[in-house]
């Protein structure tokens, strides 16, 4: 009898430990959370990331093609043999938000030579993207510098229940490519990140509002697009938003619309350096009915993130990661 009594006061004791800590020491109950989150990560969560493929600015391609940013040429002719064989949806992790300032048309024009047979290679660019299924990045900026940019989301986003819109984390400005090169992309999706006291990538905003606009993220965007969906359907209650559906696709999320990533094993063989494919030395089985990303590996471009289970992968991954947890729910 005194055993159990003694069990009934130990319990009690630690419930109201708990309950004084998530009252007087929340930042103590969210470190918990967090190290408990870093260990599933660690040890439970398994599986490989299949059907997407990374094109890697890597530190060969840099090597070889040259100084970075690249003329847009070279990415036109990227996007061009890539659509060779026949991807899903190819997503850039990568922005043209100004003019090239190595376009051969624009230096004769800037020294009044007039040649009409010139190579434009803004306009190779905005031809290929207009001609694929080609999905592009924008960024929530902190700054006060307001760019002039009237790019709008693709996406038609509803609400059901009360305003949902009015619990998301809010940019006033952004970051994205020109004008002409979104409005001939099929989509464009948020790549913004929500900063973590170490540092760790643990969770993304699925939606974001960036002047008063909502922008799905860049891995939600894709899926709507390979699936040619036009509209996205955001649920909330009293309490926030608890679910984001298109037709394929249902995520439940937390109130802000953030989901945390369950990062799996991604196969570097599915990485494939930018330089293999302007030569045509492609794998057509990693390119043919698959999602591809666009984005950078290499030290210098210092796009690197670290994950719960201690890794540091290429920011243009993370992308991979989360269609791969919508798309198996």
């Given at each position: 009898?005194?055993?159990?009594?003694?069990?009934?006061i130990?319990?009690?004791?630690?419930?109201?430990?708990?309950?004084?800590?998530?009252?007087?020491?929340?930042?103590?109950?969210?470190?918990?959370?967090?190290?408990?989150?870093d260990?599933?990560?660690?040890?439970?969560?398994?599986?490989?990331?299949?059907?997407?493929?990374?094109?890697?600015i890597?530190?060969?391609?840099?090597?070889?093609?040259?100084?970075?940013?690249?003329?847009?040429?070279?990415?036109?002719?990227?996007?061009?043999?890539?659509?060779?064989?026949?991807?899903?949806a190819?997503?850039?992790?990568?922005?043209?938000?100004?003019?090239?300032?190595?376009?051969?048309?624009?230096?004769?024009?800037?020294?009044?030579?007039?040649?009409?047979?010139?190579?434009?290679?803004?306009?190779?660019?905005?031809?290929?993207?207009?001609?694929?299924?080609?999905?592009?990045?924008?960024?929530?900026?902190?700054?006060?510098?307001?760019?002039?940019?009237?790019?709008?989301?693709?996406?038609?986003?509803?609400?059901?229940?009360?305003?949902?819109?009015?619990?998301?984390?809010?940019?006033?400005?952004?970051?994205?490519?020109?004008?002409k090169?979104?409005?001939?992309?099929?989509?464009?999706?948020?790549?913004?990140?929500?900063?973590?006291?170490?540092?760790?990538?643990?969770?993304?905003?699925?939606?974001?509002?960036?002047?008063?606009?909502?922008?799905?993220?860049?891995?939600?965007?894709?899926?709507?697009?390979?699936?040619?969906?036009?509209?996205?359907?955001?649920?909330?209650?009293?309490?926030?938003?608890s679910?984001?559906?298109?037709?394929?696709?249902?995520?439940?999320?937390?109130?802000?619309?953030?989901?945390?990533?369950?990062?799996?094993?991604?196969?570097?063989?599915?990485?494939?350096?930018?330089?293999?494919?302007?030569?045509?030395?492609?794998?057509?089985?990693?390119?043919?009915?698959?999602?591809?990303?666009?984005?950078?590996?290499?030290?210098?471009?210092?796009?690197?993130?670290?994950?719960?289970?201690?890794?540091?992968?290429?920011?243009?991954e993370?992308?991979?990661?989360?269609?791969?947890?919508?798309?198996?729910?």
């Amino acid at each position: 009898m005194i055993i159990r009594y003694i069990k009934h006061i130990y319990l009690a004791l630690v419930i109201v430990t708990l309950i004084s800590l998530k009252i007087f020491s929340p930042e103590i109950i969210q470190k918990i959370s967090l190290i408990n989150y870093d260990f599933y990560q660690k040890v439970i969560v398994k599986g490989e990331v299949d059907g997407i493929s990374i094109i890697d600015i890597d530190e060969k391609s840099l090597a070889i093609i040259g100084q970075f940013p690249w003329r847009r040429d070279v990415y036109a002719k990227i996007l061009e043999n890539i659509n060779k064989y026949e991807p899903a949806a190819v997503a850039f992790d990568i922005f043209f938000s100004e003019e090239d300032k190595q376009n051969p048309k624009k230096i004769l024009e800037e020294f009044n030579i007039e040649n009409n047979n010139i190579l434009d290679s803004d306009e190779s660019l905005y031809n290929e993207i207009l001609s694929s299924k080609v999905i592009l990045p924008v960024l929530g900026d902190i700054s006060t510098f307001k760019k002039n940019n009237n790019s709008k989301p693709k996406a038609n986003i509803i609400t059901k229940g009360t305003n949902g819109f009015n619990y998301l984390y809010n940019f006033k400005n952004k970051i994205t490519s020109l004008e002409k090169f979104n409005e001939a992309a099929q989509g464009i999706g948020n790549i913004s990140y929500l900063d973590s006291q170490d540092g760790v990538l643990r969770s993304l905003p699925i939606l974001l509002k960036i002047e008063d606009k909502v922008w799905p993220a860049l891995s939600f965007e894709t899926l709507r697009v390979l699936h040619e969906n036009k509209t996205i359907l955001v649920k909330s209650n009293e309490n926030g938003i608890s679910e984001i559906k298109t037709r394929k696709y249902k995520i439940n999320t937390d109130p802000n619309a953030i989901v945390f990533i369950n990062y799996k094993n991604f196969d570097k063989k599915n990485y494939i350096s930018a330089t293999d494919i302007l030569n045509d030395k492609i794998n057509k089985d990693l390119i043919e009915n698959k999602i591809v990303l666009i984005g950078s590996s290499a030290q210098g471009l210092f796009d690197f993130v670290k994950i719960p289970n201690g890794k540091v992968i290429p920011g243009v991954e993370t992308h991979a990661h989360v269609i791969e947890n919508i798309i198996n729910n």
